[in-house]
């Protein structure tokens, strides 16, 4: 029971505030197409062919580093195309508002990555979710301190 009155004293709390309905449509980038994908040839296929192909990355990474320093490469492209309907709710309690946020950091969007040798040879590459790709991921190496 004393959740419900409690319930029930929160609703002059929101009707004080404020309700706002949007919708909202989101479009970042062009998504690589699979068929954009199967041209690739790992092994044959070097950076400057496949950026030819596929234009600039979103991201670079190291990838494989060696004993020596010396490393591969990991190019991500992401893309976005979403829309939908949205509510927000807001209000002041004594004079006092505010807001929380939450972020996945991006691990659902659809994106590709190719992964490159040292010799920036294509080894090959995945489509798939940010998430699944970059789980692995290593951070990159310190820089040489002369």
């Not at 919708?23 to 068929?35: I, K």
């Not at 195309?81 to 996945?104: H, L, R, T």
């Amino acid at each position: 029971m004393k959740g419900l009155l409690g319930s029930l004293a929160a609703w002059p709390l929101l009707l004080a505030g404020c309700v706002t309905g949007k919708y909202t449509h989101v479009s970042v980038n062009e998504p690589l197409l699979p068929e954009h994908m199967a041209a690739l040839s790992p092994g044959t296929d070097t950076l400057g062919t496949c950026l030819d192909r596929l234009g600039a990355p979103n991201r670079v990474f190291e990838y494989r580093v060696g004993p020596d320093r010396t490393a591969g490469m990991a190019l991500l492209w992401v893309w976005r195309d979403e829309s939908g309907w949205g509510i927000e709710v807001s209000g002041a309690v004594k004079d006092v508002s505010g807001s929380v946020s939450y972020d996945q950091l991006n691990k659902e969007l659809p994106g590709c990555v190719l992964w490159f040798s040292p010799e920036l040879v294509l080894e090959g590459w995945r489509m798939g979710r940010i998430g699944e790709l970059l789980r692995g991921r290593i951070r990159p190496s310190p820089a040489d301190q002369g």
